[in-house]
């Protein structure tokens, strides 16, 4: 049972440059999220989604889009990153609005 | 907006050292609440939560919190701690739509 696997592990980016970090679970949970971590800041939502085909702003949404066009997967895309997208990146995903998320391993992102 | 705040941002403590780790939440609606911790490397992983009933849950490894609805409270504790409790401790509250919103985290470190 894998859970919620998150691709690449880490990943050096330049500034302007996109990429895609790829979420899936096998879980058939409903609800996926993606998080930033950030040193004495916890852990802050950037989107998320409550089901196939949609998709809703979190608290830090700038910078970053994100699709789920299949019930586990669950895209975040950079189109022009930043420094300040540096970060640790933790996809979610949770049966329904009331259980507890289920986290990935994590993204370790820099951008020089 | 909901909201969560963990007041202590590191805390040392010797083996067998009782701990209790704050959190208070703003939230005005059915509160969910949970504890996660996030071992050094790791992802994050429930801890316990609560929905409603007994204030006072038990959840893995020998932790247990206390709703205290008055305080708005959910404190962490643990009787006696132990070394491979050295970990960070994140406190979050549900909201609609399945959002969580989680604290700033708090670093415990347990010496031998």
């Known amino acids: 049972n894998a859970g919620v696997t998150q ?6 980016l330049k500034t302007g440059q996109s990429m895609t970090l790829l979420c899936a679970q096998d879980m058939n949970h409903e609800y996926m999220y993606w ?11 950037i989107h998320y989604s409550v089901g196939e085909g949609t998709t809703a702003k979190g608290e830090v949404p700038d910078g970053y889009n994100v699709s789920r066009l299949k019930k586990q997967n669950f895209l975040l895309g950079l189109e022009s990153a930043a420094p300040s997208q540096t970060s640790v990146y933790f996809c979610a995903s949770r049966w329904d609005s009331n259980s507890p998320l289920h986290f990935g391993n994590g993204t370790r992102l820099t951008v020089t | 907006a909901q909201s969560v705040s963990q007041h202590n941002h590191h805390v040392i403590l010797s083996e067998a050292a009782s701990l209790e780790l704050g959190c208070n939440y703003s939230y005005g609606g059915t509160v969910n609440l949970f504890w996660y911790v996030q071992y050094p490397g790791q992802h994050l992983q429930l801890l316990l939560k609560y929905f409603s009933g007994d204030p006072l849950v038990k959840g893995i490894k020998g932790f247990e919190a206390e709703f205290i609805k008055s305080k708005f409270s959910f404190n962490l504790r643990k009787p006696s701690v132990q070394w491979s409790d050295t970990a960070e401790y994140f406190c979050a509250v549900k909201g609609p739509a399945g959002k969580s919103t989680f604290g700033d985290g708090t670093t415990l470190t347990v010496k031998p």
């Open chain 1, 35 to 45: 998080y930033r971590q950030d040193p004495g800041m916890g852990l802050r939502l």
């Open chain 1, 7 to 12: 691709t690449p592990k880490f990943r050096v």
